[in-house]
């Protein structure tokens, strides 16, 4: 677990609290996050990835699929894709380990094979996975970073796509082909690529905490800018809440 996130400890009855005691100790957590933001975004660059080359068209009928996205704390992740157009529900929660080490505690310790994830629930009639992986790689994190995102260090913040179906791992394989040839990173991506064996929501409080929670630094610094940067390069996609 990283240092920041330490620092400012989860209370269990349902509302965390990020503080420090200090003025000075605020400015210093702000300026090393700023820096590690800053740093985020030198490695991901600030242009938009392109379309897919292979991908699914629009479907006929409204239905509901599901996909699994882990890139860091599931907080910015969750906050990004509420805000696109065409999903249906995105979850925070634990993937990648068992149900009996499914918990926030316990998954912080980097040793339980769990990514922070969140699952995105979406009709295929109104967004194509393609578009979202597009959102995923282009806004949501950066998919160069191994074992870490920003900030936070451990495998927990692993960069990893859950697949549901083989059509899904078909079209995010052929997706990250395509960015690595078009060596659209300076560094190689990461990304794992996994079947979806289960997925766990997380505790009541980590839900929707970027939106209940705005003036948290941590949000202001890391996932708050996420959203704006979506809002900016695909607002044929975005929404508010």
Partial sequence: MSLLKNEMPAAKDGIMTRTISTIAASIILLAVLAFFFSNHHT?????????????????????????????????????????VKGVTSATAGYAGGTAQTADYETVSSGDTGHAESVKVVYDPSKITLGQLLRVFFSVAHDPTELDRQGPDYGKQYRSAIFYT???????????????????????????????????YAAEDYHQDYATKHPDNPYIMINDAPKVDYLRQQFPDLYKAQ
């Fill in 43 to 83: 490695q991901a660059g600030t242009s938009t990835l392109p379309a897919p080359a292979l991908d699914d068209s629009l479907a006929a009928t409204s239905s509901q699929q599901t996909i699994v996205l882990a890139g860091g704390c599931f907080w910015g992740i969750q906050a990004v894709f509420e805000h």
């Fill in 165 to 199: 179906t083989e059509n899904q791992k078909k079209i995010a394989q052929a997706y990250i082909n395509q960015l690595t040839q078009a060596k659209a990173f300076t560094s190689p991506i990461v990304t794992q690529l996994n079947s979806n064996s289960a997925f």
